[in-house]
């Protein structure tokens, strides 16, 4: 997977894991913070949420062409490092409970500015890489490999928020409880039905709330709880200044792959290596790539509920605590060690290993097989948890899961049986169907959200927290069947003149995808929840016919 390389695709791997940490560390907690904070319904914030991300994900379209016609791309990088960074500051500005938006908003447009300048050409950049014959081969292996950086950077990205509310919320003598914002944001406008409910569990935050101090004991902990969530924004700052040092430090391994066709036209030697295509041949790929950008909308229309309605299961459907077993899923500091003393046994295990690699994976699964145990003991019967720290279940899965992914694809190509990537996106599709297939059985019986009123439901009504890990693990499958495949043949496909172009087109794609999030999400106060997954279900299965009917053109177009 890693062997013969180039090493500029190590220093993008970085760059692009720090970015990515820092933005899903926001993402994590954004409509937590917006329903928190401001008071937003599920469709609010569902809506704000899927503009925001239509917007970071729809202006690498403009980034693209901008670096293909004026800056070229490591500038237009660069560029796009110091605006998210500024973004990420306003955003972290604490304000008190229903402030400030107007700072939230205009720090969502500089984020999504700045992303628009780094995502898409970044991508561009490693697809250069393998421009040189030495490496062509490697592309796909290579899109896999930047695919974990992005996902090593999410995975730490919910513990990390959590950690930062955890702390900040303990300095105000308060304890993170799902239940108690919205039940909060209704007491204060008047609204709440079921006030001695709520003084109640008020009071197990602080005995000495009153009927009289309740309205105080409400902003309080609003406003602890919003200040919490600005400081884990605040992380996001970090993460870029970390990117931004990696990126410009080590420029020297990239700088081959750091122009565009119009910058080497300008070369005598460069232009000679040069490919022209004819307008047709050029039309032809455009328009087979937008065929694949159409089934992409669905794809990220669907996965992309992990932040959104998959996060409102699991805040009001799913158990807010777990045994000790179960914990060590939601627990990196137990979840990592066990994950490294099983590749120290694999290692330990393979005859073909030499004697010394060997050795060493049998101290490595002493060494984190230990660690694991003794985290393990640490536990309490029952481990309470934030709704976010789910979404560390996919990064972890992307990790785990893409060396043996690999694997199994380069033992099908010794084979001569390798899926081509119009077929893997296909199955791909499949999967993901099969992943929403999961949830809308572990919703059945369930009550409506409507009939919920938007709250918590009761312990009865709670459902064991395998049904989303299981959903989470079959997501992270079709992920890696879809999304670095994508990527890899958007870069061999592109015409070498609108490489940056149709990057940011996979991206506006993406985005439109997201924008049907707030679509969708605006459902989870209308429909039954089976029904909800069911939708789900129906547009992958159709997008995946739809993928197949394309195919025999697209692989026509792959080889030439």
């Known amino acids: 997977m890693f062997k013969g390389q180039p090493k500029g695709l190590y220093i993008a791997f970085f760059a692009n894991m720090g970015e990515r940490f820092g933005f899903y560390t ?32 729809f202006f690498p379209l403009f980034g693209g062409i901008l670096a293909d016609k004026v800056l ?15 973004g990420y500051v306003l955003l972290a500005v604490p304000t008190v409970m229903g402030a400030g938006f107007p700072l939230v908003i205009a720090a969502l447009a500089v984020i999504a500015v700045g992303t628009g300048l780094f995502k898409g ?26 695919y974990m950086g992005i996902n090593i950077g999410a995975m730490f ?18 304890t993170y409880d799902a239940r108690i914002p919205a039940l909060a944001n209704e007491f204060l406008k008047g609204k709440l039905s079921d006030a001695a409910g709520y003084l109640s569990l008020a009071q197990t935050q602080n005995p000495a709330v009153t009927a009289d101090t309740l309205k105080g004991f409400s902003e309080s902990y609003i406003n602890a709880l919003s200040k919490s969530y600005h400081f884990g924004f605040g992380v996001a700052c970090l993460s870029l200044i970390i990117s931004m040092a990696i990126f410009w430090g080590f420029r020297k391994y990239y700088k081959q792959a750091d122009l565009t066709e119009k910058q080497k036209a300008k070369d005598a030697g460069l232009k000679a290596q040069m490919v022209e295509l004819t307008p047709q041949q050029t039309k032809e790929r455009i328009a087979a790539l937008g065929l694949v950008f159409l089934v992409v909308i669905f794809f990220w229309m669907s996965f992309q509920q992990s932040a959104v309605t998959m996060t409102y299961f699991a805040r009001d459907y799913t158990v807010p605590s777990v045994g000790k077993l179960t914990n060590l899923w939601f627990d990196l500091t137990g979840l990592l060690p066990i994950f490294l003393a099983a590749i120290g046994l694999v290692f330990l295990a393979r005859k ?7 050795l060493a994976g049998g101290a490595v699964f002493v060494v984190f097989g230990a660690l694991a145990y003794l985290r393990f003991r640490g536990y309490d019967a029952l481990n309470p948890f934030q709704p976010q720290r789910f979404q560390h279940f996919n990064p972890f899965f992307i990790v785990a899961l893409t060396p043996l992914v690999i694997g199994v694809f380069d033992w099908l190509n010794k084979k001569g049986k390798e899926p081509s990537a119009p077929r893997k996106i296909s199955i791909g599709m499949l999967i993901t169907a099969l992943a929403f297939a999961i949830l809308a059985v572990g919703s059945l019986g369930l009550p409506s959200p409507k009939s919920l009123g938007g709250l918590v439901a009761p312990a009865a009504s709670q459902v064991s927290v395998y049904w989303l890990i299981s959903t989470y693990f079959m997501l992270t499958v079709a992920e890696l069947f ?28 993406t985005a439109i995808g997201l924008y049907l999030v707030g679509v969708t999400g605006g459902l989870w106060m209308k429909v039954p929840l089976t029904t909800l997954w069911l939708i789900f279900v129906v547009c992958c299965l159709l997008s995946m016919m739809f993928m197949l009917s394309i195919m025999k053109k697209l692989e026509r177009i792959a080889k030439s």
Request: include cysteine; proline fraction near 4%.
């Open 352 to 358: 073909s290993t030499k004697s010394v690699t060997r």
């Open 26 to 57: 926001m993402v994590s907690i954004f409509v937590l913070f917006l329903q928190a904070k401001y008071g937003f319904t599920a469709a609010q914030s569902s809506f704000t949420y899927s503009t925001f991300m239509f917007c970071v994900y």
């Open 121 to 146: 050409n970044l991508q561009a950049l490693v697809g250069n890489l393998y421009d040189d014959p030495k490496y062509a081969h490697l592309r796909d292996r290579a899109f896999n490999v930047f």
């Open 157 to 174: 990205a919910p513990s990390a928020s959590e950690f930062v509310s955890n702390a900040v919320l303990k300095a105000a003598h308060f």
């Open 72 to 86: 070229g791309y490591g500038k237009t990088i660069s560029i796009g490092l110091v605006v998210m960074f500024l």
């Open 482 to 509: 879809l999304s670095p495949i994508g990527i890899s043949l958007v870069s061999r496909v592109a015409p070498p003149k609108y490489k940056g172009l149709m990057q940011g087109a996979w991206f506006a794609a």
